[in-house]
T-cell receptor, first 109, second 111 residues
Framework: DGGITQSPKYLFRKEGQNVTLSCEQNLNHDAMYWYRQDPGQGLRLIYYSQIVNDFQKGDIAEGYSVSREKKESFPLTVTSAQKNPTAFYLC????????FGQGTRLTVV | GIQVEQSPPDLILQEGANSTLRCNFSDSVNNLQWFHQNPWGQLINLFYIPSGTKQNGRLSATTVATERYSLLYISSSQTTDSGVYFCAVENYGGSQGNLIFGKGTKLSVKP
């Protein structure tokens, strides 16, 4: 099945911890994106990568980091510097059209 | 940057009714997509429609790029149509794939 897979579905973070969200795609797309969604809001861009070993900051990159070592994978790390990380995180793989993973719901405990 | 406004913000329908959702954008775009977010958070691509009209079953969409708006039509609505509908645009001349999302229209279809 072609598609995009995010894991885990639910994630709990303690204060001061870094956590990493996984995003894998087998659509052979060059471009991959991470978005954050807060309740009742649209999606805001965190980071994006249009080619392996290159990535760019989006509108709300502070407190997040990414890597793009393989075309298929674009993991997002939520660092302890992100002061309000509780949100729904969506990864997208984009060719002509955008395809999204099922999302990861991150909660600070 | 480009602004994307969707209306109405909330919509409640009886099953079987028709509806029209609107997306206005403030600048020229080379990509416009409509998405449906189901109650579990999954975003499903409905239409890639930077201009013109497309239909897929009970759904259709029209984008008038020169007037900077797009419309999503839902006919004979079903309870499974419930969720949030997002319009997203890629600014002409912007980074490829950098979609700017509106805040969505929350649709509730009652049986």
């Amino acid at each position: 099945d072609g598609g995009i897979t995010q894991s885990p579905k639910y994630l709990f973070r303690k204060e001061g911890q870094n956590v990493t969200l996984s995003c894998e795609q087998n659509l052979n797309h060059d471009a991959m994106y991470w978005y954050r969604q807060d309740p009742g809001q649209g999606l805001r861009l965190i980071y994006y990568s249009q080619i392996v070993n290159d990535f760019q900051k989006g509108d709300i990159a502070e407190g997040y980091s990414v890597s793009r070592e393989k075309k298929e994978s674009f993991p997002l790390t939520v660092t302890s510097a992100q002061k309000n990380p509780t949100a729904f995180y969506l990864c997208a793989s984009i060719g002509a059209e955008a395809f999204f993973g099922q999302g990861t719901r991150l909660t600070v405990v | 940057g480009i602004q994307v406004e969707q209306s109405p913000p909330d919509l409640i329908l009886q099953e079987g009714a028709n509806s029209t959702l609107r997306c206005n954008f403030s600048d020229s775009v080379n990509n416009l997509q409509w998405f449906h977010q189901n109650p579990w958070g999954q975003l499903i691509n409905l239409f890639y429609i930077p201009s013109g009209t497309k239909q897929n079953g009970r759904l259709s969409a029209t984008t008038v790029a020169t007037e900077r708006y797009s419309l999503l039509y839902i006919s004979s609505s079903q309870t499974t149509d419930s969720g949030v509908y997002f319009c997203a645009v890629e600014n002409y001349g912007g980074s490829q794939g950098n979609l700017i999302f509106g805040k969505g229209t929350k649709l509730s279809v009652k049986p």
